[in-house]
């Protein structure tokens, strides 16, 4: 009888649930400590630590119970799948954190970014103005949402090309 191989789609979905569940616990952790509109190197560090950590392990694990096989392919599957999971959740755990749970979350974080400019650069104030302004026009909802699935695809595409290459290991055909 010839074992079923297994498909990387179930990997994708755990590990992604999995990912999306541990980032709303990140992001109500910011949010108990009002940095949540903040962002900054350390929050982008710790993300994607935890973001590769899940895609590694998730590669792993399909690995592990495909016999210790998995093609580049599979690999770059489970871990766009594994990001686009926990994007999606992330996605909406925004939406419901800035509609309801804190409406002025981005009028906080347009703040939060007018003074950093005003601090690092040499703009004046009218030009800060100007490209907050310029800005405003994409925070809304369907642009959140845009950005957000596009970067969960990109950032999960190229986070996923190093672990694909060194976990990959083809099975030869005897």
Do not use: C, R
Request: no cysteine; net charge neutral.
């Amino acid at each position: 009888m010839e074992e079923t191989k297994p498909k990387t789609g179930k990997y994708a979905l755990t590990y992604g649930l999995i990912l999306g569940a541990i980032s709303v616990v990140f992001i109500f952790m910011l949010y108990s400590l009002d940095m949540h509109y903040q962002g900054g190197p350390m929050v982008m560090g710790i993300s994607l630590i935890i973001t590769i950590a899940m895609i590694v392990i998730g590669m792993m694990q399909f690995k592990k119970d495909n016999n210790g096989f998995m093609s580049f392919g599979e690999g770059l599957k489970i871990g766009v799948g594994i990001g686009l999971i926990a994007g999606i959740i992330g996605i909406i755990f925004n939406q419901i954190l800035a509609g309801v749970i804190d409406p002025e979350m981005m009028n906080k974080a347009m703040e939060y970014q007018k003074g950093m400019l005003m601090e690092t650069t040499k703009m004046t104030p009218e030009q800060i103005d100007a490209q907050m302004e310029m800005g405003k026009k994409f925070t809304t909802p369907s642009w959140q949402i845009i950005f957000g699935l596009i970067y969960s695809i990109v950032a999960s595409l190229i986070l996923s090309l190093i672990p694909a290459l060194i976990l990959k290991k083809k099975e030869t055909i005897q």
